[in-house]
T-cell receptor, first 114, second 112 residues
C-alpha cells in the first residue's frame, strides 16, 4: 500500500482565499483523522471520521474550517476564507480500528497564508 | 484526560541503548500507553503501545511500571535515524472517544 496520501504537499495562498487540502487514507481503514501542527500549539486533532461519518469536530478552530469525507477513500479539509494564522502543517492519518490502534500519518501539507 | 510528563530533550550516543521516560501518575486502569515519534519534516510514526505488560516489536520495547504510573521506551541500539521527537500519549479505552492528545514530547539527539 502507498500509505496515506496528501495533496498538495505545499500550498501558498493569500489571505481571504479558499484552500482545500486532500487526503486519501489507507484502503480498508475505517478511521480518518485531521491534525494541525504549529510551533506554538504543537500537534492538535481537528476532526475525525469513522466510516465516513464525522464523530468529533470539537478541535475545528472556527466556522471557516470544514471537513468532508464523501467516500471511504477521500477526505477534504477546507478553509474559507484563509487567514495568516492558519499557516501550519496539516496532517491526515488513518487507522484500522481507531485511535487505540496504530495510526498511519501522511506526509502533511505545509500551508502558508500571506 | 490523564496527562503525561516527558523530559524536553535527551542525548544519546550512536549504537548505545536509549531509555526514554514518561510519567503518567493519573493514568486510569483502562488507558493505553502509546508512543509515536516524528522525524524532521515528516508526519508522526507509530512506535509501540501497551496496556499493562511489557511489549516488544522490531522498533523498540515498552517497559510499563507495575503501578502503571510510568513507562519507558527503550531503543536497543540507537542509530542516527532515531533522532526525532518522541511522544508518550495516553488514550482511554472508550469507544467513541478516539482522540490521541499529543504533548510536547522529548527531542532525542543522537551523537555520532
Amino acid at each position: 500500500d502507498a500509505g496515506v496520501i496528501q495533496s498538495p504537499r505545499h500550498e501558498v495562498t493569500e489571505m481571504g482565499q479558499e484552500v482545500t487540502l486532500r487526503c486519501k487514507p489507507i484502503s480498508g481503514h475505517d478511521y480518518l483523522f485531521w491534525y494541525r501542527q504549529t510551533m506554538m500549539r504543537g500537534l492538535e486533532l481537528l476532526i475525525y471520521f469513522n466510516n465516513n461519518v464525522p464523530i468529533d469536530d470539537s478541535g475545528m478552530p472556527e466556522d471557516r474550517f470544514s471537513a468532508k469525507m464523501p467516500n471511504a477513500s477521500f477526505s477534504t479539509l477546507k478553509i474559507q476564507p484563509s487567514e495568516p494564522r492558519d499557516s501550519a502543517v496539516y496532517f491526515c492519518a488513518s487507522s484500522l480500528y481507531g485511535a487505540h490502534y496504530e495510526q498511519y500519518f501522511g506526509p502533511g501539507t505545509r500551508l502558508t497564508v500571506t | 484526560d490523564a496527562k503525561t510528563t516527558q523530559p524536553n530533550s535527551m542525548e544519546s550516543n550512536e549504537e548505545e541503548p536509549v531509555h526514554l521516560p514518561c510519567n503518567h501518575s493519573t493514568i486510569s486502569g483502562t488507558d493505553y500507553i502509546h508512543w509515536y515519534r516524528q522525524l524532521p519534516s515528516q508526519g508522526p510514526e507509530y512506535v509501540i503501545h501497551g496496556l499493562t505488560s511489557n511489549v516488544n516489536n522490531r522498533m523498540a520495547s515498552l517497559a510499563i511500571a507495575e503501578d502503571r504510573k510510568s513507562s519507558t521506551l527503550i531503543l536497543h541500539r540507537a542509530t542516527l535515524r532515531d533522532a526525532a521527537v518522541y511522544y508518550c500519549i495516553l488514550s482511554p479505552q472508550d469507544f467513541g472517544n478516539e482522540k490521541l492528545t499529543f504533548g510536547t514530547g522529548t527531542r532525542l539527539t543522537i551523537i555520532p
